[in-house]
């Protein structure tokens, strides 16, 4: 039997003084003017904070923050002094940062219906997002037409909206099939989903007498279609395996960098005798690392 893979973190959570809690990396002044930054303050302001801080225990009953340097810096700018965390079982930052730092489409409708079931009304929670209420109706009812398999495909991608409404158009099987294809291809955009919907067999359809065909395609160029949407799909497959292995080595050598420019010692060497390379490797921390 195989063995189960342990939980990465203490489920139960727990409140921790901020002053014990030590960043990684400093978030630039820069960053505080920008809109992701007002996004996270308005929320945090209005329904407090939503995703936990990551933490690891470190000695001196202090902890190293993993995930939430954003968070944690619009929590001390309100002059908040304690934040609630989950404990890490592990210091490696980088599966926080790569997993749960950008919320995805379904969690952020997720999101929308507790805070609408614990009474939050949908004009101030627009308010906070800064988008008009008719975009949050829209993420409200996403999952409307969806069925749960394509659903826990997508659970963690950042998805455009648009694209649930096509995926709506199709039946479970083809919804299925088509999310398989977009977590694929990390295409998420409406365009593709659209070609797909395109080469949709018409009993793979809700209403296929609804879904008319673009003018500029005759039924052979629909049947050319879908013959290499399906040799695409295996061609993927194929090569599923190896492009998850460098994307993997990618995210180890960004995670490993980003903790070395968390160690004041390196950084300081860097800047001194390597200023080319230190430049780089920040660009590098940036930019995987920026969170909301």
Avoid: W
Avoid at 93 to 99: F, I
Avoid at 169 to 180: G, W
Avoid at 203 to 218: F, G, I, N, R
């Amino acid at each position: 039997m195989t063995d189960r893979v342990p939980i990465a973190f203490d489920p139960q959570g727990i409140v921790l003084p901020i002053a014990s809690i030590l960043p990684l990396k400093q978030i630039k002044s820069s960053i505080r003017s920008t809109q992701k930054y007002q996004q996270v303050l308005a929320s945090v302001q209005e329904v407090g904070i939503i995703e936990p801080l990551v933490v690891f225990p470190q000695k001196n009953e202090t902890y190293l923050l993993l995930d939430g340097h954003v968070r944690l810096e619009v929590l001390k700018q309100i002059g908040e002094t304690r934040a609630r965390c989950l404990i890490a079982t592990d210091d490696e930052a980088y599966t926080y940062n790569k997993r749960v730092n950008r919320m995805a489409t379904i969690q952020e409708h997720l999101m929308i219906l507790k805070a609408t079931r614990h009474g939050v009304s949908e004009e101030r929670i627009a308010k906070v997002l800064k988008v008009d209420v008719a975009s949050i109706r829209r993420k409200r009812d996403l999952l409307n037409g969806i069925c749960k398999e394509a659903a826990d495909i997508l659970k963690d991608k950042q998805v455009s909206v648009g694209v649930f409404s096509v995926l709506k158009k199709m039946k479970p099987m083809r919804q299925i099939e088509a999310a398989e294809l977009l977590t694929t291809t990390t295409n998420y955009s409406v365009p593709y989903v659209k070609a797909l919907l395109a080469a949709t067999r018409p009993e793979m359809l809700v209403d296929p007498a609804k879904h008319k065909l673009t003018e500029t395609l005759s039924p052979e160029q629909v049947s050319k279609m879908e013959k290499e949407m399906e040799d695409l799909q295996r061609e993927l497959k194929t090569i599923e395996e190896s492009h998850g292995n460098q994307v993997l080595n990618l995210v180890l050598a960004s995670g490993y960098v980003t903790k070395l420019l968390g160690n004041p010692r390196i950084t300081r060497y860097l800047d001194q005798h390597h200023a080319d390379i230190f430049h780089q490797f920040q660009l590098l921390s940036e930019s995987s690392s920026l969170e909301h």
